[in-house]
């Protein structure tokens, strides 16, 4: 049997791991049914040439995504908010993003749809709407490249998520054994006039034109919170180039005047804002969709192969640990397989996958506005 | 352009040419990883040998192609580990909690750990550490080592088995790894000091901590990590940071426990060696000189004057060059304050010119290369199939499930067999006999010692007994640096905690404290052989040390850094660390036995991590105060 339902989003919390724990306990007082929680680390620029050596260790945080039906996200995002303390500098930040469609095949834990209204937050809203997320999915060699180069461009530090790639390599028989499977996913939500400057900037220093190299792509944000720590290294700059970025919009009101080639602010040690007059006219605009499956772990890899031999170009695949509100002593494992394809394919692999993959499961597609890969 | 990318169905078909296209970057990426690992510590010993000592590497082609089999190996192993045992491992980890009841889990892990005891030698390396040991010298000891060996194993196989239970009975209920460390070094440290104030039970100190050190090998390490956090993704509660950690820890300290309590039990039930109820043979067992077998020196050959020399000196009366003049017999007697010797034959010896090899070959000829392979083999074999089979069943017949990818677990384990195969292989061949050439001869920069494997008097090249000795633990601390970042095991845990952490915490930071720790820790090794200290003076303060870092060290820090401490010891650092002080022990007067080396290179680790972790705690917390600012 499979459920459809419409108006839903996926709202995604990032926060300091310490914390999930105490704010996922607070979300389910609240009210929410399930979350799906993994790790991630921030970033921290390394400068000194020993840092190679002896690296810092980076802010270690955690994802959860909730999906939720439209008309609580507001709510929902509020309290996490509140919750998470995201108004303090660096306490992490939470989006929102819709789903085209979203289907269940078998049972899954998800929202129940006669759920009545949350009760009402007092309404001090802070959400920023004319947001854009950012992914670029690489081996993790250009981490350190495609980050710097995000934070030149304007971003808050991104947030590195590690996700199992599998493609092509896992249709050769023995020989997949060559797959290295560990990608590393950077991710940056920044507002849409930075929007196009960072996904080229990110996409030129991860080199994700060239074969074999990985991918970027970037989807819109309903609404959301940045307030991410962008700690660019341990030496003690004047200022970052976001906080000269920041400082900027406030003096003027606005973002506005990022738009003009003519900011006075070429050169020296601001010179990653080259991005700013070099708007790349590579990226792709034609529609896109991130086709995401949930499925329990343990199938996650046969599902994964099913998939790609239907001809998806690749698959990552993200682990999450699922929280239910039924507190139980064992966490149930699951896996977000996602799938980017233009828009044509992504409807005939939906179609295929509720079709011919025999696990329950729970399939959603998201729009995605720009995509690059080889 | 409205139309579908998806890409054709059909099944991928390639030919030999493309095969190898896709492989041979692979390998090239793989084989330099390894290389990455030992160069530090091959070019080390090399130049050790030939700058410092001045000497020529023995067996340089036989020691050549033994390094190239090691990072051959090396490579197969760790791929193995990733693609073979670790899945393995983090699988049934993952299924356990799901499918049994906790006390079959608990019996699993015991069983496990028993299973790990019996698969890696670690009993042969104890007793190739103590083959010095004479039984009228350290009665109990030796009787440990041969009339109670089988109950040494036991003993040994007994504690890593409860600690493996106790490390995922900790899972279950989260309890933090310190409160079960402290008591037990506690326990430890009290049980250590009433045995070295008693003549009998003191040299059993030694083998009771290195027991410790050894007992965590290459395949059960990631083994019970893979385990551990697969326990932990299904019942991990609390900040799910350092889930799965901490099995290695109490693995590497319940031994020590189970090898004191037995050496206890013995010295009060009084049947060791030459006690009253003595029931073994008394009669000196022949002694079996393993010494030798790790240091065998060619027996010093004088050299001797030909016919024609001795025409020539008849005939000029000349004594020629590179000679000794040796006195023997007769009657010494002082007369008008003048030494006479009367009826004394004068010998003229021809002093060996200079050093030089014993032989020209390349190849040690004693050294069979199929049957070491062979040795090896079945080493590598019993050390992971008995294993997996194990892990196999239980995943068959107990929790009724299957693995995502049999095929691929399969290969991996044959790559495991495999590059163990061949790393110890090439251990045998290449970095055993330089290591040993270097552990025999460094006594050489404080006394005059005959090099390994040739001819003549070297040494001492520093005459200051002091310096010499410095020089010494100077070189020891290399060793350890080296030797560390080259450990299969550190870096297959290195690799876990970067993956845990989501590559937060990286690789590079946990080895390089961890081979500084192992350095310190080796050279104080050195530094007790050298100068026979006693080890109690060396392990116990460290161990205070380490009861109060603890305590003040973030939960993370103490599971990696003890972990990392139980693993150090594996088939490359004991190998080398066991030639240098049984080479250095023999020089000095009064040292039987090459204990305590490992149990200080396994302490050092764990205090430097302990300390970069509250040294990186401090400079974030400094950093989080400008950030807020």
Redesign the interface.
């Known amino acids: 049997m499979i459920i459809t339902r419409h108006n839903m989003s996926v709202v995604t919390l990032i926060i300091g ?2 914390r ?2 105490k704010v996922l306990q607070d979300l389910f007082a609240d009210g929410i049914h399930s979350a799906l929680l993994t ?4 970033t921290l620029m390394q400068d000194k040439w020993y840092q ?9 945080l955690a994802v959860i995504h909730m999906i939720v039906p439209d008309p609580f996200v507001d709510s929902i995002m509020e309290r996490a908010a509140k919750h998470a303390q995201l108004h303090r ?2 306490a992490g930040s939470i989006f929102s993003k819709p789903c085209v469609d979203l289907h269940i095949k078998g049972t899954f834990p998800l929202w129940p749809i006669d759920q009545e209204e949350l009760p009402e937050e007092d309404a001090s809203n802070d959400l920023h709407e004319n947001l854009t997320a950012i992914y670029l999915i690489s081996q ?1 060699e250009r981490t350190e490249a495609v980050c710097r180069a995000a934070m030149h461009a304007g971003s808050h530090g991104p947030v ?3 996700s199992e790639g599998h493609g ?2 896992d ?2 028989g ?5 797959n290295k499977p ?1 990608k ?1 996913v950077v991710s940056v939500l920044v507002e849409n006039v930075d929007a196009e400057l960072v996904f080229s900037a990110m996409a030129e220093a991860g080199k994700v034109q060239s074969v074999g190299r990985g991918l970027i792509y970037r989807m819109p944000v309903q609404k959301g919170l940045i307030n991410i ?1 962008s ?1 660019y290294s ?1 030496t ?1 700059h004047a200022a970052s180039i976001q906080q000269i970025i920041r400082a900027i919009d406030d003096i003027k009101g606005n973002k506005d005047w990022r738009h003009q080639d003519s900011i006075a602010i070429h050169g020296g040690a601001t010179a990653g804002l080259e991005f700013l007059t070099k708007l790349s006219p590579k990226s792709t605009h ?1 529609p896109h969709r991130l086709i995401s499956i949930i499925v329990d772990r ?1 199938h996650s ?2 599902v994964s192969l099913q998939i790609i ?5 690749g698959a990552n695949i993200n682990y999450f ?1 699922l929280y239910i509100q039924t507190d139980s ?3 149930q ?1 699951f896996a977000q397989i996602n799938i980017v ?5 992504a409807i ?2 939906e179609k295929r996958i509720l079709e011919e993959v025999e696990q329950d499961l729970m399939i959603f597609t998201q729009p995605v506005t720009g995509f690059i890969a080889y | ?9 059909r ?2 078909k ?1 030919g030999l040419r493309t ?1 190898l296209n ?2 041979f970057p ?1 390998l090239v990426e793989k084989i330099l990883e390894q290389i990455k690992s030992i160069w530090f510590i091959v070019a080390y010993l090399c130049f050790f040998q030939i700058v410092v000592l001045g000497l020529p590497v023995i067996f340089a082609t036989m020691v050549t192609a033994g390094i190239a089999i090691v990072a051959i190996g090396l490579m197969f192993f760790m ?1 193995g580990l990733r ?1 073979g045992l670790m899945p393995l491992g983090e699988t049934i980890g ?1 299924h356990l ?2 499918k049994t009841k906790l006390p079959i889990i608990l019996f699993f892990a015991f069983l496990l750990g028993i299973g790990a005891t019996l698969a890696e030698p670690a009993i042969a390396v104890l007793k190739a550490a103590g083959s010095g040991v004479k039984p009228n010298q350290a009665p109990l000891l030796y009787s440990l080592l041969n009339d109670f060996a089988l109950q040494l194993v036991a003993a040994i196989g007994i504690g890593v088995g409860a600690a493996v239970a106790l490390g995922v009975l900790r899972f279950f209920y989260n309890w933090s790894l310190k409160v079960l460390i402290i008591p037990l070094i506690l326990t430890l440290t009290g049980l250590t000091l009433w045995s070295f104030n008693n003549e009998i039970l003191s040299p059993i100190i030694g083998l009771a901590w290195d027991s410790g050190a050894v007992t965590t090998g290459p395949v059960t390490v990631p083994l019970v990590l893979a385990l551990g956090i697969g326990v932990c ?4 509660k ?4 350092t889930n799965g950690f901490g099995i290695v820890t109490l693995a590497s300290l319940f031994p020590i426990l189970a090898v004191l309590i037995l050496g206890n039990f013995h010295y009060l039930k009084g049947d060791y060696y030459g006690a009253d109820h003595y029931i073994g043979q008394l009669e000196p067992i022949e002694e079996v000189d393993n010494t030798s077998q790790l240091t065998s020196k060619p027996i010093l050959q004088s050299e001797v004057f030909s016919e024609a020399e001795f025409a020539h000196y008849l005939i000029t009366n000349e004594i020629p060059d590179e000679t000794e003049i040796q006195y023997k017999g007769g009657k010494v007697s002082l007369v008008d304050g003048q030494i006479i010797h009367d009826d004394t034959s004068i010998i003229i010896v021809k002093k060996i010119s200079q050093v030089r090899p014993y032989d020209d070959d390349d190849w040690d000829p004693q050294s069979n290369f199929i049957s070491s392979l062979q040795e090896t083999a079945t080493a590598a074999l019993k050390a992971i199939l008995p294993l997996c089979l194990f892990l196999f069943l239980t995943l068959k017949f107990i929790l009724q499930e299957r693995l ?2 049999v ?2 677990v399969i ?1 991996g384990i044959i790559f495991a067999v495999l590059g163990m195969a061949m790393f110890g292989l090439g251990i045998n061949l290449g970095l055993t006999p330089l290591g040993t050439q270097l552990g025999s001869n460094i006594p050489s920069v404080f006394a005059s010692v005959s090099p390994w494997g040739m001819l003549g008097q070297h040494g001492p090249i520093i005459s200051d007994g002091i310096g010499g000795r410095l020089v010494a633990i100077l070189f020891g601390f290399f060793l350890g640096y080296g030797a560390t970042l080259a450990e299969p095991a550190l870096n297959a845990l290195g690799e876990t905690v970067e ?1 845990i ?6 690789k ?2 946990l080895m ?2 961890v081979a500084l720790g192992v350095a310190i820790g080796i050279g104080a090794g050195v530094c007790k052989i050298a100068f026979n200290i006693p080890l109690v003076y060396l392990l116990l303060p460290p161990y205070m040390l380490l009861c109060i870092l603890t305590w003040i060290s973030s939960e993370e820090f103490v599971n990696f850094g003890w972990d990392s401490a139980g693993v150090t010891t594996g088939p490359i650092t004991v190998p080398l660390v066991l030639a240098m002080g049984l080479g250095i022990g023999a020089n000095v007067p009064g040292v039987s036995n090459g204990f305590g080396v490992l149990a200080l290179a396994s302490v050092g680790p764990i205090i430097t991590v302990l300390t ?1 972790g509250l040294l ?1 705690a401090r ?2 917390a400094k ?1 989080d105060i ?3 600012r």
């Open positions: 791991r310490h999930a724990k790790s991630a680390r921030g190679g050596i002896l690296s810092m260790i980076k802010p270690e500098s660096g993790g590195i998520l590690f092509l390599r249709r050769l023995w020989l997949r054994i060559t560990t590393e720590v700690v341990q003690r034609k343990d890899q046969k031999n239907m001809g998806a170009p640990q002593t064992q966490h494992e394809v233009n828009e044509p394919s005939e692999l | 352009m409205n139309h579908s990318t998806l890409i054709s169905q099944p991928v390639i095969t896709i492989l692979y791929e693609l993952t909690p799901r993704r299904i019942v991990g609390g900040d799910m940071t995502a990818d095929q691929m290969i993956k952490t989501v590559g937060a915490f990286r590079s930071l390089q404290s970069v990186v400079a974030q950093m400008e950030n807020e």
